[in-house]
């Protein structure tokens, strides 16, 4: 897909992949969506090889060795990514842009067929070699800007700060690696222990009031800039959630969303200042 997308004007789409945004339901990823100042556009990325039927049912399936094997419906699951990212999109007051969707049969070697002619499933289900002129067609639709460029960067801003990558993905391997605890700063032990209100070396009996932000700033390098109560306790090797609220609050960072949602983003800059 990134390849077909290549070729779509530069300066007209801003491309997310894999953006995975919290509702009222849990969350929900969309495979690619992309943004221009008069439309936006969800794409469902499916890789599914041999054939695929689509039937008046609204059932996708293929048959194999003489079994049938079904698909839950991409026609509705595009069109519930739609109505979920429709209410995100409000919540945060942004003014209304359309948003159209299209489901892509990324591979090559896969056959569609649209039994009975359903033109609601051939509007939207498409192979990927549809996909550059299906978004042509409907930049010709929608042609006039509705936001400024200015929204749309603050907006792009705004689905960053809360994406929300899958626990256990990509990230997760490399966090495994690392040596959590924090580092004494006179003789590099690890891990330091809080006690009173202060980092404490076991090996050289240094104290300090600081020791966790050279931490912190490792794992906003190596693991992301958003840390929240949990993950903190987890890496700097604290059980106490009070402890670390304390400590992050202490640092003065910017936090973003609630509750148990509520994370910190990490500063690098002034964490190793
Ligand atoms: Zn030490």
Request: glycine content about 6%; some cysteine.
């Amino acid at each position: 897909m990134n390849f077909h997308l290549q070729f779509l004007p530069n300066d007209d789409f801003l491309i997310f992949h894999y953006i995975r945004l919290p509702d009222h339901y849990g969350h929900f990823q969309l495979d690619f969506l992309l943004l221009s100042r008069c439309f936006h556009l969800i794409m469902e990325v499916k890789n599914i090889y041999d054939y695929m039927n689509f039937d008046e049912m609204g059932q996708a399936y293929r048959i194999r060795n003489g079994e049938v094997e079904l698909f839950g419906n991409p026609v509705e699951q595009v069109k519930l990514q739609h109505r979920r990212y429709l209410n995100w999109f409000r919540k945060h007051g942004f003014p209304p842009v359309p948003i159209e969707k299209m489901v892509v049969y990324s591979r090559d070697d896969t056959y569609l067929r649209n039994i009975t002619n359903d033109k609601s499933i051939s509007d939207i289900v498409m192979h990927r070699d549809k996909v550059l002129p299906t978004i042509e067609s409907f930049m010709k639709l929608h042609q006039s800007p509705l936001i400024s460029e200015h929204q749309l960067m603050e907006f792009s801003y705004r689905l960053l700060e809360e994406h929300t990558p899958e626990e256990g993905g990509g990230i997760n391997v490399v966090y495994q690696e690392l040596v959590k605890g924090v580092f004494c700063p006179e003789c590099s032990a690890n891990p330091m222990w809080w006690k009173g209100g202060k980092w404490r070396c076991r090996s050289c009996g240094c104290i300090s009031k600081t020791a966790h932000r050279p931490a912190l700033a490792d794992y906003a390098l190596l693991a992301g800039e958003y840390i929240n109560n949990r993950q903190a306790r987890d890496f700097l090797q604290v059980g106490s959630n009070s402890i670390i609220r304390k400590l992050l609050q202490g640092e003065d960072l910017i936090k973003i969303g609630s509750g148990s949602g509520m994370r910190y983003k990490l500063d690098i800059n002034r964490l190793l200042d």
